[in-house]
């Protein structure tokens, strides 16, 4: 069973849309996270929740709207895909507050056309 | 904020050579530093980890050292074989949330 599965591994989208990618962990981890990874291989911490409540909101666009119904999903929805937001995004979980490292999921490559 | 610098950026090595990479943070509060390998096209993934109180920890051809006072790590791969070429991330926390992640070292191993 995949740990942390994203889907769809693969988005092609116009300028404009608006997509949503889907994250579940089944590892039991209390904190969940967003990642983009630029064509630089840059990590960018994007959010974070921890039992479904936000606890990190770096600077990104407002266009970009985290959603975690439970602590077993983080779903993250973007309005007006811009030619910018083309990038891979990870979703990733972590048991909590000094519990070790990230398990990521395979990621979503977004390519807004 | 922690601020994690990783050198270098890109490496290139023949098989059975050894392989070395360097990250500093400025954090002295920081006490866990993971490596992630990550594949072409693939997720990153977790090959090693150390706290900060020990120094060093091996894990077959890989391992890993930390220096507090210098608030430097690095990465050690001996042997080295093509299956290892990548990028290697490092990565710096201080307990809380965050990992704070170097910009990234892309290995090539020559056959």
């Known amino acids: 069973d995949t740990a942390v599965s994203q889907t769809p591994k693969y988005l092609v989208t116009q300028m404009g849309n608006d997509k949503s990618i889907k994250c579940e962990q089944n590892?039991?981890?209390?904190?969940m996270y967003w990642y983009k990874q630029d064509s630089k291989k840059f990590l960018k911490i994007m959010f974070s929740?921890?039992?479904?409540?936000l606890i990190i909101n770096e600077t990104v666009p407002n266009r970009f709207s985290p959603k975690s119904p439970d602590k077993a999903h983080l779903n993250l929805h973007i309005n007006s895909l811009e030619l910018g937001d083309s990038a891979v995004y990870f979703c990733a979980s972590r048991q909590g507050w000094g519990a070790g490292g990230y398990t990521f999921g395979s990621g979503t490559r977004l390519t807004v056309v | 904020g922690e601020n994690v610098e990783q050198h270098p950026s890109t490496l290139s090595v023949q098989e059975g050579d050894s392989a070395v990479i360097k990250c500093t943070y400025s954090?002295?509060?920081?006490?866990?530093f993971p490596w992630y390998k990550q594949e072409l096209g693939k997720r990153p993934q977790l090959i090693i980890d150390?706290?900060?109180?020990?120094g060093e920890k091996k894990d077959q051809r890989i391992a890993v050292t930390l220096n507090k006072t210098a608030k430097h790590f690095s990465l050690h791969i001996t042997e080295t074989q093509p299956e290892d070429s990548a990028v290697y991330f490092c990565a710096a926390s201080n307990g809380g949330n965050q990992f704070y992640f170097g910009t990234g070292t892309s290995l090539t191993v020559i056959p």
């Open positions: 590892l039991g981890h209390d904190t």
């Open positions: 929740y921890n039992n479904k409540e």
């Open positions: 954090d002295s509060a920081s006490n866990y």
């Open positions: 150390i706290r900060s109180n020990v």
